[in-house]
């Protein structure tokens, strides 16, 4: 006899663990697609050969896109009232989903012979296609928590879980992708092909191998949307809640309002640092691991060992933030990480057969000091709002979201570009590939990229310590202020 269904007042089936996870899913297949993003400048300025400094151009100008294709997309998707089988969004998903079976190859292309303005449009038209379906997809995705359940501690709940189905959408393919894209090359003998510069081993980039790794990927996540599509229950009114906020107003009073607010500037300072240092070194690092370390293919086992750490937090957040608040605590693992990014800044002077167990000695210590921010960063924002509605009087939540996500983004585009004309300008050549490179060059890759984690972990500590402005006290009394604001209401 089949177990009855336990329905909720509205006749829905009740919220229950098939939505967490099904929710779960769903980012887990965003980010079969958003993992590739780390290796799209590896592939193209490996194995594509693009110059660094043309490089740094396009990924600049398609990040461009990239700012404005949210809330254009999101603004479509507010319009359409039209009525759906599947309803609105789950249809939006499906079409981004089907999009992102082929999308995420398409940035993949594998022409390396081909002439550079060929080159130059083959990345161009690949990215923008890549990041519409991923839009289509996602924006629906993340506003869809607001429809599966009013209660906010069931809310609270998908976010969690959509946390952990980001973090196993990560990790997979950060260690597993390079282990079956970079290949290492024997002699003819069968001993290994050493570069005589640098005295490592050299590895190939198979650029094949990342196009249908991509197209596999693709695969994977159509399944995730799938699973997700199918079991997930909305439970609210579709047409009552919008994508974003789409709500017109003047962008430089905006700004000045926004700059006003120290704890969103400092918030947002630290969660940009964290982008321009740690998501910028990806490519700088797989370069050093090829060119240096000779061990390309383990170079994602290596940066996922430093993020392990983080998750160590997860379980014991909530007891560290009543005891010591979220700004002491934050600052305390600002400092550690301080610690881990001096200790890589060491790596490059000690005798290279001890420099990984060094770096990678720094890199566990700067994770451990990210773990209390990377769990309590959209919390700092939150109680940003809150100040906000504290000093002035207005909420002006989407505005102070909306601002703090353009700074995100503007360092996710202007950090990597930045980085690949660094490399240039350290020596390396995109023309001899990882193995023509120069021992200098190679040297100079692990300047850069303890130079970056360091760089992160300072302007994460300038953020949260000397600007952001509210610890634990400010917090209770703006809280205690707040709440008799609204009971006198």
């Known amino acids: ?46 194995y594509m050969m693009l110059e660094t400094g043309l490089l740094s151009a396009l990924l600049l100008l398609v990040q461009i ?12 998707i507010d319009a359409d009232r039209r009525k759906y089988k599947m309803g609105k969004f ?18 993949f292309l594998p022409f390396p012979n081909a002439k550079v303005w060929l080159k130059a449009i083959l990345f161009i038209v690949g990215y923008v296609i890549w990041d519409a379906c991923y839009t289509i997809a996602n924006v629906p995705y993340g506003s869809m928590l607001s429809l599966v359940t009013e209660d906010p501690g069931e809310r609270a709940q998908l976010s969690t879980w959509r946390s952990v189905g980001s973090m196993v959408g990560n990790i997979l393919p950060g260690i597993i992708l390079p282990m079956i894209i970079w290949r290492k090359e024997f002699n003819e003998d069968g001993t290994p092909k050493i570069n005589p510069e640098t005295g490592v081993q050299v590895e190939t980039l198979l650029g ?66 964290m982008f321009l240092g740690m998501n910028s070194a990806t490519t700088a690092n797989t370069i050093m691991f090829a060119t240096y370390f000779g061990k ?35 600052v305390a693992g ?31 210590i700067f994770g451990l000091g990210m773990g209390v921010y990377t769990c309590v960063s959209w919390a700092l924002m939150a109680d940003a709002i809150d100040y906000n509605e504290w000093k002035t009087g207005k909420r002006e939540e989407g505005t102070v ?21 660094l490399m240039g300008a350290l020596g390396y050549v995109s023309e001899l590939g990882t193995e023509g490179q ?52």
């Open 1 to 46: 006899m089949a177990k009855e269904k336990k329905l909720d007042a509205k006749g829905y089936r009740k919220f229950g663990m098939l939505d967490k996870v099904a929710y779960a899913a769903g980012d887990f297949g965003c980010n079969m697609s958003f993992a590739l993003k780390g290796t799209v400048q590896t592939f193209w300025l490996v």
């Open 65 to 76: 896109w990239d700012a404005i294709n949210d809330p254009m997309i999101g603004s479509m």
């Open 90 to 107: 789950k249809t939006y998903i499906f079409i981004g989903a089907c999009g992102l079976l082929v999308a995420g190859a398409a940035v």
């Open 208 to 273: 094949e191998r990342v196009f249908w790794a991509a197209l596999l990927m693709g695969l994977l996540g159509f399944v995730a949307f799938l699973f997700m599509i199918r079991k997930i229950t909305i439970r609210v009114d579709e047409n009552s809640v919008k994508t974003n906020d789409s709500e017109k107003f003047n962008v430089f009073k905006a700004f000045g309002n926004f700059m006003k607010n120290r704890p969103a500037v400092g918030a947002t300072l630290a969660a940009m640092g």
């Open 296 to 330: 390309a293919s383990m170079s994602g086992l290596v940066m996922m060992v430093g993020f392990v750490p983080m998750f160590f937090f997860m379980p014991f957040i909530k007891k560290i933030v009543n005891k010591f608040g979220k700004k002491e605590a934050s």
């Open 334 to 364: 600002t400092i550690v990480s301080l610690a881990g990014g001096l200790i890589m800044l060491v790596f490059p002077m000690v005798p290279k057969s001890i420099s990984l167990i060094v770096y990678m000695l720094g890199l566990i």
């Open 401 to 421: 979201y909306s601002l703090h996500s353009f700074f995100r983004k503007l360092a996710q585009g202007v950090g990597p570009s930045i980085v690949l004309l």
């Open 438 to 489: 120069s021992a200098a060059t190679a040297y100079n890759m692990c300047w850069l990229v303890a130079g970056l984690y360091l760089f992160s972990a300072v302007v994460q500590f300038i953020g949260i310590a000397v600007i952001y402005n509210l610890d634990k006290k400010t917090l209770e009394t703006m809280n205690t202020e707040l709440a008799a604001r609204k009971s006198a209401e």
